[in-house]
């Protein structure tokens, strides 16, 4: 068999006409930013994600960064963030001017350990930065506890984890302000480059739609110094016709990796997804471990079986973040994550088969080591 890491052939497939109307109501509009699409979707992402307002940005990214701005976060500020995540966690934290302060994961769920916030709080914190990574909530109850304890504001990245609660509560609707990304990979993704705001404070949606547009809600007229940092028009309208679907394909991706829990079950030398009590996922990535990692890798590739690294290298160990002065052993729970962990295919439309295959290829690697 030949199993890509990732295929949009079926979730295309699904909103293909959809997606083409889609596209004729737009051309025709002769509305292309800002128009009804854009305000059709904040509306259609906010009842998802059960909160007051959902405001469009460009990507992800710059919706962490205007988020942390809105919130008054900048120069000689900190910001805890967790020690194993995409780099754009921490990106957000520098581009407004403060401090990302890492701290290590838990080993078995991969997201932030609260247990371990505290003693990197100092005068000069001011927000917590969870991160639901690779589709698993974030033990949440516990994160806002300590906020609340010490004054500290939260701003959820909820860019793997769309859909996903911590005791019946969904992801993104915690923090005054939470960020997403609708990159074309993630569990809703867009055509292209795409991304949201979420808070049920009418204020700072007001501040975050004013930031968004060159600090402009009036034509010519600017309150604040903004950016350009609006969601596409047409991406808007494409997500709005996906979200449609992504209850079922939740769903999907939820059977998949029960398959794979099945087909992996006691392999020795191999370490599977575990959730936290109280937390659920959405399988925005199937992620295994394994100290053999690079050889297994090797291994699937030979069996025509793609696989991802997320991620090799953790933060504090990137050449972009040497001016912090981190040095290898600092975060040793976050660099044994980047050295042994591998994403497995998943994807909607993967068949039981398919996931079998891969299974076996696993097992065999480890039944030959």
């Not at 794979?260 to 392999?267: I, S, T, V």
């Amino acid at each position: 068999m030949n199993i890509p890491f990732l295929s949009f052939d079926a979730t295309n497939d699904a909103f293909r006409e959809e997606a083409f109307a889609t596209f004729g109501r737009f051309f025709e509009s002769k509305w292309y930013v800002l128009g009804e699409m854009t305000r059709q979707f904040e509306a259609d992402y906010a009842s998802f994600n059960r909160v007051k307002n959902a405001v469009g940005i460009s990507n992800g990214l710059d919706a962490l960064q205007i988020a942390l701005r809105i919130l008054d976060i900048g120069s000689g500020d900190e910001v805890i963030v967790p020690s194993n995540t995409y780099i754009a966690s921490a990106l957000a934290v520098s581009y407004v001017g403060a401090t990302p302060i890492f701290v290590e994961p838990d080993i078995h769920t991969y997201n932030i350990d609260p247990q371990k916030i505290e003693a990197a709080i100092s005068p000069q914190t001011k927000a917590i930065m969870p991160v639901h990574l690779y589709g698993q909530a974030c033990v949440m109850d516990e994160i806002m506890a300590i906020a609340k304890k010490h004054g500290l504001k939260i701003v959820e990245d909820n860019a793997q984890a769309h859909g996903a609660e911590f005791k019946g509560v969904i992801t993104g609707s915690f923090g005054q302000l939470n960020a997403t990304s609708f990159y074309p990979s993630k569990n809703l993704g867009a055509l292209g480059e795409a991304g949201a705001i979420t808070t049920n404070d009418d204020e700072l949606a007001y501040k975050v739609r004013v930031m968004r547009n060159y600090g402009s809600q009036q034509r010519y007229y600017n309150e604040v110094k903004g950016f350009n940092a609006r969601i596409d028009e047409l991406q808007a309208g494409l997500l709005s016709v996906k979200l449609k679907h992504l209850e079922h394909w939740t769903a999907e991706r939820r059977r998949i990796a029960s398959w794979y829990m099945e087909e992996l079950a006691n392999c020795p030398n191999l370490v599977l997804p575990k959730i936290a009590g109280g937390a659920t996922h959405v399988y925005h990535l199937f992620v295994i471990r394994t100290k053999s990692r690079d050889a297994l890798q090797q291994h699937l590739q030979s069996e025509g079986i793609g696989t991802v690294i997320h991620y090799p290298v953790p933060p504090h160990l990137q050449e972009a973040y040497a001016d912090l002065g981190h040095k290898k052993g600092d975060f040793p729970i976050a660099e044994e994550i980047a050295e042994t962990i591998l994403s497995l295919p998943l994807y909607i439309g993967m068949s039981r088969e398919q996931v079998a295959y891969v299974g076996r290829s696993v097992r065999s690697f480890f039944s030959q080591s």
